[in-house]
């Protein structure tokens, strides 16, 4: 039998963190038609950019077809337009739709209401030293760093 201790396990405990974080948010973000999955596409496009499906993929760190499906329902809830890439034609070019757009606000009191109340408690050194170690954890995980994810042979 194995003892796992989660609360000792980074990857456990900043996985709980993340659903939690993407609880709260959840219930807010659904009065204004978005998910906490929309995001990261949202914060790219907020900043007035047109950007490729591709693009998004990357800079949300996700698969393609993860993305098309993202896409695809925040279009069809209003919150993004499509045109063709004129300098590609096999691509389109998403942005933000007025009314998303109209939502910046909103989106980031609903963000920074969730992060207050995660950090609660916290010191200003606390906080910027946990978003170092996270930011550090990244770089570890998503680089050369990263282990192999297959299994060893039994």
Same mark, same amino acid.
């Given at each position: 039998?194995?003892?796992?201790?989660?609360?000792?396990?980074?990857?456990?405990?900043?996985s709980r963190a993340a659903r939690l974080?993407?609880?709260?948010?959840?219930?807010?973000?659904?009065?204004?038609?978005?998910?906490?999955?929309?995001?990261?596409?949202?914060?790219?496009?907020?900043?007035?950019?047109? #950007? &490729?499906?591709? !693009? %998004?993929?990357? +800079? /949300?760190? @996700?698969? $393609?077809?993860?993305?098309?499906?993202?896409?695809?329902?925040?279009?069809?809830?209003?919150?993004?337009?499509?045109?063709?890439?004129?300098?590609?034609?096999?691509?389109?070019?998403?942005? #933000? &739709?007025?009314? !998303? %757009?109209?939502? +910046? /606000?909103? @989106?980031? $009191?609903?963000?920074?209401?969730?992060?207050?109340?995660?950090?609660?408690?916290f010191s200003d050194a606390e906080q910027?030293?946990?978003?170092?170690?996270?930011?550090?954890?990244?770089?570890? #995980?998503?680089?050369?760093?990263?282990?192999?994810? /297959?299994?060893?042979?039994?």
């Amino acid at each position: 039998m194995i003892d796992f201790q989660k609360t000792l396990s980074a990857g456990h405990m900043t996985s709980r963190a993340a659903r939690l974080f993407s609880r709260v948010a959840d219930r807010r973000l659904k009065l204004i038609g978005m998910a906490p999955g929309q995001l990261p596409v949202y914060y790219e496009l907020a900043k007035g950019a047109q #950007l &490729t499906q591709k !693009a %998004l993929a990357e +800079a /949300a760190a @996700v698969e $393609q077809p993860t993305m098309a499906a993202t896409l695809s329902r925040m279009e069809r809830d209003g919150l993004l337009n499509r045109a063709p890439d004129l300098k590609d034609k096999r691509s389109s070019l998403f942005s #933000l &739709t007025p009314a !998303a %757009l109209g939502n +910046a /606000a909103l @989106v980031r $009191q609903i963000i920074d209401d969730g992060n207050n109340a995660a950090l609660a408690g916290f010191s200003d050194a606390e906080q910027a030293a946990l978003l170092d170690m996270l930011n550090r954890i990244i770089a570890n #995980l998503d680089g050369s760093n990263s282990p192999d994810t /297959a299994l060893p042979p039994k």
